[in-house]
Protein backbone atom coordinates (compact mmCIF):
# COMPACT_ATOMS: atom_id res chain seq x y z
CA UNK A 1 0.00 0.00 0.00
CA UNK A 2 1.50 3.48 -0.81
CA UNK A 3 1.93 6.30 1.96
CA UNK A 4 0.38 9.27 1.50
CA UNK A 5 2.59 12.20 1.01
CA UNK A 6 1.42 13.21 4.72
CA UNK A 7 2.65 9.69 6.60
CA UNK A 8 6.11 10.28 3.96
CA UNK A 9 6.62 14.05 5.84
CA UNK A 10 5.85 12.35 8.88
CA UNK A 11 8.45 9.64 8.71
CA UNK A 12 10.84 12.13 7.08
CA UNK A 13 10.61 14.09 10.23
CA UNK A 14 10.64 11.26 12.80
CA UNK A 15 13.83 10.63 10.89
CA UNK A 16 15.60 14.18 11.00
CA UNK A 17 14.54 14.32 14.50
CA UNK A 18 16.70 10.91 15.00
CA UNK A 19 19.40 11.85 13.70
CA UNK A 20 19.36 13.39 10.11
CA UNK A 21 21.46 16.15 9.76
CA UNK A 22 20.71 18.63 7.05
CA UNK A 23 23.45 21.32 6.35
CA UNK A 24 23.45 23.73 3.17
CA UNK A 25 26.62 24.64 1.14
CA UNK A 26 26.44 28.34 0.43
CA UNK A 27 26.50 29.25 -3.53
CA UNK A 28 27.39 32.49 -4.47
CA UNK A 29 24.07 34.48 -6.67
CA UNK A 30 21.92 32.30 -5.17
CA UNK A 31 19.12 33.79 -2.56
CA UNK A 32 17.42 31.61 0.11
CA UNK A 33 14.16 33.38 -0.41
CA UNK A 34 14.13 31.97 -4.44
CA UNK A 35 11.04 29.38 -3.95
CA UNK A 36 12.37 27.84 -7.66
CA UNK A 37 15.90 27.26 -6.03
CA UNK A 38 17.84 24.37 -7.82
CA UNK A 39 19.40 22.34 -5.48
CA UNK A 40 22.25 19.38 -5.63
CA UNK A 41 22.01 17.17 -2.40
CA UNK A 42 24.41 14.34 -1.30
CA UNK A 43 23.14 11.92 0.72
CA UNK A 44 26.03 10.43 3.42
CA UNK A 45 26.48 7.33 5.77
CA UNK A 46 27.69 7.34 9.40
CA UNK A 47 31.18 6.74 7.98
CA UNK A 48 30.62 9.67 5.56
CA UNK A 49 30.79 7.25 2.26
CA UNK A 50 28.52 9.37 -0.58
CA UNK A 51 25.73 7.42 -0.65
CA UNK A 52 23.48 9.38 -3.47
CA UNK A 53 23.48 12.76 -5.31
CA UNK A 54 20.26 14.12 -6.78
CA UNK A 55 18.96 17.37 -8.09
CA UNK A 56 15.49 19.01 -7.73
CA UNK A 57 13.96 22.20 -7.65
CA UNK A 58 11.75 20.83 -4.51
CA UNK A 59 13.96 19.22 -2.22
CA UNK A 60 11.47 18.40 0.47
CA UNK A 61 8.71 16.71 -2.07
CA UNK A 62 11.59 14.87 -3.60
CA UNK A 63 13.38 13.85 -0.09
CA UNK A 64 10.14 12.16 0.57
CA UNK A 65 10.49 9.79 -2.48
CA UNK A 66 13.73 8.86 -0.65
CA UNK A 67 12.38 7.57 2.37
CA UNK A 68 11.42 3.92 0.73
CA UNK A 69 14.99 3.63 -0.32
CA UNK A 70 16.78 0.67 0.80
CA UNK A 71 19.61 3.30 1.44
CA UNK A 72 17.96 6.03 2.94
CA UNK A 73 17.91 4.41 6.79
CA UNK A 74 21.86 4.36 6.26
CA UNK A 75 21.88 8.39 5.73
CA UNK A 76 22.70 10.70 8.81
CA UNK A 77 23.59 13.95 6.76
CA UNK A 78 22.42 15.74 3.36
CA UNK A 79 24.47 18.29 2.44
CA UNK A 80 22.22 20.95 0.15
CA UNK A 81 24.23 23.53 -2.70
CA UNK A 82 21.83 26.09 -4.44
CA UNK A 83 22.42 26.96 -8.29
CA UNK A 84 20.47 29.76 -9.87
CA UNK A 85 19.44 27.69 -12.65
CA UNK A 86 19.14 23.87 -13.92
CA UNK A 87 22.19 23.82 -16.61
CA UNK A 88 24.36 24.77 -13.15
CA UNK A 89 22.81 22.17 -10.82
CA UNK A 90 22.81 19.75 -13.77
CA UNK A 91 26.36 20.13 -14.79
CA UNK A 92 27.46 19.90 -10.81
CA UNK A 93 25.49 16.85 -10.16
CA UNK A 94 26.63 15.39 -13.42
CA UNK A 95 30.40 16.34 -12.08
CA UNK A 96 29.93 14.91 -8.59
CA UNK A 97 28.58 11.61 -9.38
CA UNK A 98 31.40 10.98 -12.51
CA UNK A 99 34.19 11.51 -10.22
CA UNK A 100 33.08 10.70 -6.40
CA UNK A 101 30.74 7.53 -7.66
CA UNK A 102 28.02 7.48 -5.03
CA UNK A 103 27.72 4.02 -4.37
CA UNK A 104 23.55 3.81 -4.80
CA UNK A 105 23.52 6.68 -7.74
CA UNK A 106 23.06 3.90 -11.06
CA UNK A 107 21.23 5.67 -14.16
CA UNK A 108 23.72 6.71 -16.59
CA UNK A 109 26.39 5.07 -14.61
CA UNK A 110 26.66 2.45 -18.07
CA UNK A 111 28.09 5.71 -19.85
CA UNK A 112 31.35 6.12 -17.21
Given at each position: ????????????????????????????????SDR??????????????????????????RLG??????????????????????????????MLI???????????????
Open positions: MKKSDRELLAELEAEIEEGLRIRPVRRAGVKRRDHVVYRFYGADGQLLYVGISVSFMQSHVHRSWFASAVRIELEHFPNRDAALRHESATLAPIHNTAGMEAL
